[in-house]
């Protein structure tokens, strides 16, 4: 069993950075594949990063590819999403997920045994 408490979220202006946190309980998560997810208003959740169990591999959405960097502290229990040059269009909520299966398996919502609750976070222009 694994919980995930995300941190971080708030109100930045266009071109602005927030790193997001996401604390993790359970003795599996440092074999866990971790990753971020967002929705917007009116929208589905969609995949934007995950991590390997190791931090060794890495998988990002086309839309943040150069502007956000997902890495873990096994040793903390925690995922961070560093995200620079943010645009309004990243305005959403933010969800950690971590799923035991291996990386490839952790880039759609299918399947995916853990969430956290979630982090608003607002780009304004």
């Known amino acids: 069993q694994v919980q995930l408490v995300e941190s971080g979220g708030g109100l930045v202006q266009a071109g602005g950075s927030l790193r997001l946190s996401c604390a993790a309980s359970?003795?599996?998560?440092?074999?866990?594949?971790m990753g971020w997810f967002r929705q917007a208003p009116g929208k589905e959740r969609e995949f934007v990063v995950a991590?390997?169990?190791?931090?060794?591999?890495?998988r990002y959405a086309d839309s943040v590819k150069g502007r956000f960097t997902i890495s873990r502290d096994n040793a903390k229990n925690t995922v961070y999403l560093q995200m620079n040059s943010l645009k309004p269009e990243d305005t959403a909520v933010y969800y950690c997920?971590?799923?035991?299966?291996?990386?490839?398996?952790?880039?759609?919502?299918?399947?995916?045994?853990?969430w956290g609750k979630g982090t608003l976070v607002t780009v304004s222009s």
């Open positions: 997920a971590a799923d035991p299966r291996l990386l490839a398996a952790l880039t759609t919502t299918s399947g995916v045994p853990y």
């Open positions: 991590i390997s169990g190791s931090g060794g591999n890495t």
């Open positions: 359970g003795r599996a998560f440092s074999s866990a594949t």
